[in-house]
């Protein structure tokens, strides 16, 4: 990327650190004497921006014995919307530099569509260990409900050691922009990083905790869009099949008011609306995350040629892993689809309910039209039968053309 446009993000991105807003997880190993591995190491905690530095180069209060696997800085966003930092810019460009995080991973981080990238680099001098280091940068679509949040770290291939940046909304918070509350997603990542003790050495195990979570927050708004989904099922009558759900609705009080209430017809077609949108939305990112899992599979191929033998069983644990994820997203876009259809056919439903009252609107105004066009003509007859032809002379301007023909006749 142009460095000019790197330069110009640090310089409109805001830059605040706040008490409680950035923290660290650092996960490894303990080992004995002769190189063996006594226990595992993990270790999560808060951090001032004051400390960074210290924290980076394993000091002071941050110095260990453990050889770290895993070393992620972990900073919430400040805006929803613009680029912003719980941390000072010369501790992001510190973080940057010590972890030798891709350039691009600013610009990246500051997308709202998504994207993901990769950049290996190679060792021209040791044939034996071509590929020397790994970078990743993630960012996913920008969505409330499913999480604003992004990745950038390094492997280094010999040591085993990755080193990340994850920063986003709701990193440490719990609060949506909408009010809504919701589990930090630094509770989930450190659940499924421990579960993986196994992978921690391999470059790809953030990347998959990384969607992980992400798709455990569309897991979660999916299942809130099918509870929607049945609630104007129910509404507009919508028979629910099945072995668990045989119920006749019927027509309810509440769908006969319908008929003639335009106001709660216009709202259940906003709720229609709402959720049509919601669902393509959750669709549209489960599609992303489809693509962003086939994109970490190629690159596991590419890393597979130069991991070695002895990482054969920790590259096949991954791919099982990256199989299961693909499968579970896959699943979670056909559902969403499913429900897209539902909800084609409930507006469907109302469409037709809205032309079936119309229909009657409009019947009800041709009977009174009729009804009206009938009494003149009695009036008229009436008039001319029992009126001398003077009076209706006089009123001939009030009547218009009609008693003017009837006059004639009678002259």
Not at 233 to 238: F, K, P
Not at 312 to 318: F, G, K, P, Q, T
């Given at each position: 990327m142009f460095e000019s446009d790197r330069q110009e993000l640090l310089e409109s991105s805001l830059w605040k650190p706040l008490d409680k807003f950035l923290g660290y997880i650092e996960a490894g190993d303990y080992y004995d004497a002769e190189g063996k591995t006594r226990s595992p190491y993990y270790k999560r905690d808060y951090l001032q921006d004051t400390e960074v530095e210290d924290w980076l180069s394993q000091t002071g209060r941050f110095a260990t014995d453990a050889r770290c696997s895993l070393r992620v800085l972990m900073c919430e966003r400040l805006d929803f919307e613009r680029l912003g930092f719980a941390m000072s810019k010369r501790s992001f460009l510190s973080a940057e530099t010590t972890f030798g995080l891709p350039p691009e991973a600013l610009p990246i981080l500051n997308l709202h569509r998504g994207q993901y990238y990769s950049n290996i680099m190679w060792n021209d001098v040791d044939d034996n260990e071509p590929m020397t280091s790994?970078?990743?940068?993630i960012k996913v679509p920008q969505m409330i409900e499913l999480g604003n949040f992004g990745l950038s770290l390094t492997h280094i291939l010999k040591s085993g050691t990755t080193m990340a940046l994850i920063h986003g909304w709701n990193i440490w918070t719990n609060t949506l922009p909408n009010g809504n509350r919701v589990e930090p997603h630094h509770m989930k990542i450190?659940?499924?990083?421990?579960?993986?003790?196994?992978?921690?050495?391999?470059?790809?195990?953030?990347?998959?905790?990384?969607l992980r979570e992400h798709l455990s927050r569309a897991d979660v708004q999916s299942s809130k869009l099918s509870r929607k989904v049945q609630t104007i099922?129910?509404?507009?009558?919508?028979e629910r099949t099945g072995r668990l759900a045989m119920i006749d609705i019927g027509v309810t009080d509440q769908m006969k008011q319908l008929f003639g209430q335009e106001e709660q017809r216009t709202g259940l077609m906003s709720e229609l609306t709402s959720a049509s949108t919601d669902v393509s939305n959750v669709?549209?990112?489960?599609?992303w995350d489809k693509e962003c899992i086939q994109f970490l599979h190629q690159l596991k191929g590419q890393i597979d040629k130069y991991h070695g033998r002895s990482?054969?069983?920790?590259?096949?644990?991954?791919s099982s892993l990256i199989q299961f994820m693909y499968c579970h997203v896959e699943s979670a876009g056909n559902f969403t689809g499913f429900l897209h259809s539902r909800l084609e056919t409930e507006l469907n439903v109302l469409y037709n309910l809205i032309a079936h009252t119309n229909a009657e609107l409009n019947l009800r105004i041709a009977s009174t039209t009729g009804l009206d066009s009938a009494a003149m003509k009695t009036l008229t007859f009436v008039t001319i039968a029992f009126l001398p032809a003077t009076f209706i002379a006089r009123v001939d301007g009030g009547y218009g053309g009609t008693i003017r023909r009837y006059t004639t006749l009678l002259n």
């Open positions: 790994i970078a990743v940068t450190e659940k499924l990083i421990k579960s993986t003790h196994s992978l921690w050495t391999h470059p790809l195990l953030l990347p998959l905790v990384f099922e129910r509404n507009l009558g919508v669709t549209r990112v489960l599609k990482a054969i069983a920790l590259d096949s644990e991954l």
